[in-house]
T-cell receptor, first 109, second 115 residues
Framework: GQNIDQPTEMTATEGAIVQINCTYQTSGFNGLFWYQQHAGEAPTFLSYNVLDGLEEKGRFSSFLSRSKGYSYLLLKELQMKDSASYLCAVTDSNYQLIWGAGTKLIIKP | IAGITQAPTSQILAAGRRMTLRCTQDMRHNAMYWYRQDLGLGLRLIHYSNTAGTTGKGEVPDGYSVSRANTDDFPLTLASAVPSQTSVYFC??????????????FGAGSRLTVL
């Protein structure tokens, strides 16, 4: 079956760096997405990786290794507003999106 | 403001009743989707539409139906609600369906409780 694994919850300190991992087993691969979802709100798009390597966008970076079925989202200079759930999703060979259950990130002062 | 509008925001419904969740987008996106989100689970696709006039079944379509009469509207109907359909429902859209890097834009969600 198809599966996306992410840690359920992580805690980090304001101003620090945190890495949220995502591993996947899917039938084919056509890209990996990261979305941010604040409590009670809709998911919003953060990043997209289709080739191996690091994509940097301000304080957020996303890394992909297709051979390892692995991605991570790196958040730098954490702010209280970064407290949210982070959803990893993979597009399979049929271009269907498979979603992880999300990682709840708690930022402490 | 461009985006997706969902209604109602929340609803409590008696089991066996019929319910339609409304979704309207003003971005002229071709593809639209309905997801449900339950605690501890990833978003699960209920139904989708790659373009006006066509619809398809997602991962969990049973008990739900959709229609896509035009580009903007994509209502989701529960013909006879059951308690297991208690969930938060998100409507989403993307510029294209099927192939490609489809970045989804989500509505604010509809919280449905079936008693």
């Amino acid at each position: 079956g198809q599966n996306i694994d992410q840690p359920t919850e992580m805690t980090a300190t304001e101003g620090a760096i945190v890495q949220i991992n995502c591993t996947y087993q899917t039938s084919g691969f056509n890209g990996l997405f990261w979305y941010q979802q604040h409590a009670g709100e809709a998911p919003t798009f953060l990043s997209y990786n289709v080739l191996d390597g690091l994509e940097e966008k301000g304080r957020f970076s996303s890394f992909l290794s297709r051979s390892k079925g692995y991605s991570y989202l790196l958040l730098k200079e954490l702010q209280m507003k970064d407290s949210a759930s982070y959803l990893c999703a993979v597009t399979d060979s049929n271009y269907q999106l498979i979603w992880g259950a999300g990682t709840k990130l708690i930022i402490k002062p | 403001i461009a985006g997706i509008t969902q209604a109602p925001t929340s609803q409590i419904l008696a089991a066996g009743r019929r319910m339609t969740l409304r979704c309207t987008q003003d971005m002229r996106h071709n593809a639209m989707y309905w997801y449900r989100q339950d605690l501890g689970l990833g978003l699960r696709l209920i139904h989708y539409s790659n373009t006006a006039g066509t619809t398809g079944k997602g991962e969990v379509p049973d008990g739900y139906s959709v229609s896509r009469a035009n580009t903007d509207d994509f209502p989701l109907t529960l013909a006879s609600a059951v308690p297991s359909q208690t969930s938060v429902y998100f409507c989403a859209s993307s510029e294209q369906g099927a192939e490609g890097a489809n970045v989804l834009t989500f509505g604010a969600g509809s919280r449905l409780t079936v008693l």
